[in-house]
């Protein structure tokens, strides 16, 4: 079946830095999501892309859409303390009708201030 | 608050007993999905609703699971016999036409 794997599975950070993840699949994916998951609390979407090659921004945060429509990387620049969270790419099953999410495994991210 | 909400937000229960959640929806979405997260993993999808149409269900949803959504509004996820492999957070998401959203999940623990 189709997966996500996402890299690294956490990261250790100090305030202020970049952050850079990435999602890959061995499936082509149409649509790519970036979700934040606080403990204890749902998902929240921050970006999704729609089109191979498509770069996206919400504020500090960036997604690009690969070319190969196999991978998309979630960058976050200077990042602060709230950013504290797990990360998970997602995508449709199957590029389905019906819009069924398959996720990644997440990243962790912590942040020292 | 308009966003997706669910209840319980904990439920912890016993080896056997039987438990039901709820999803409320955004209104007006006609689309609803039940996902489970197990501690360390991503989401992983259980089945979805159109209106009130079970249009899809994972292999994940055993006989002892069944969900409703019988005015095609609100949804209820019900676990029958619940076994300690069934603890998890139980999401609900609902859709617009791009987007789920998703609820604060209930966490069940099965003791």
């Known amino acids: 079946g189709q997966q996500l794997n996402q890299s690294p599975q956490s990261m250790f950070i100090q305030e202020g830095e970049d952050v850079s993840m990435n999602c890959t699949s061995s499936s082509i994916f149409n649509t790519w999501l970036w979700y934040k998951q606080d403990p204890g609390e749902g998902p929240v979407l921050l970006i999704a892309?729609?089109?191979?090659?498509e770069l996206t921004s919400n504020g500090r945060l960036t997604a690009q859409f690969g070319i190969t429509r196999k991978d998309s990387f979630l960058n976050i620049s200077a990042s602060i303390p709230s950013d504290v969270g797990i990360y998970f790419c997602?995508?449709?099953?199957?590029?389905?009708?019906?819009?069924?999410?398959?996720f990644g495994g997440g990243t962790r991210l912590m942040v020292k201030p | 608050d308009t966003g997706v909400s669910q209840d319980p937000r904990h439920k912890i229960t016993k080896r056997g007993q039987n438990v039901t959640f709820r999803c409320d929806p955004i209104?007006?979405?006609?689309?609803l999905y039940w996902y489970r997260q197990t501690l360390g993993q991503g989401p992983e999808f259980l089945t979805y609703f159109q209106n009130e149409a079970q249009l899809e269900k994972s292999r994940l949803l055993s006989d002892r699971f069944s969900a409703e959504r019988p005015k095609g509004s609100f949804s209820t996820l019900e676990i029958q016999r619940t076994e300690q492999g069934d603890s998890a957070m139980y999401l609900c998401a609902s859709r617009d036409t791009d987007t789920q959203y998703f609820g604060p999940g209930t966490r069940l623990t099965v003791l």
């Open positions: 892309l729609y089109k191979a090659g």
């Open positions: 997602a995508g449709p099953k199957n590029n389905n009708a019906g819009n069924m999410l398959t």
């Open positions: 209104s007006e979405h006609n689309r």
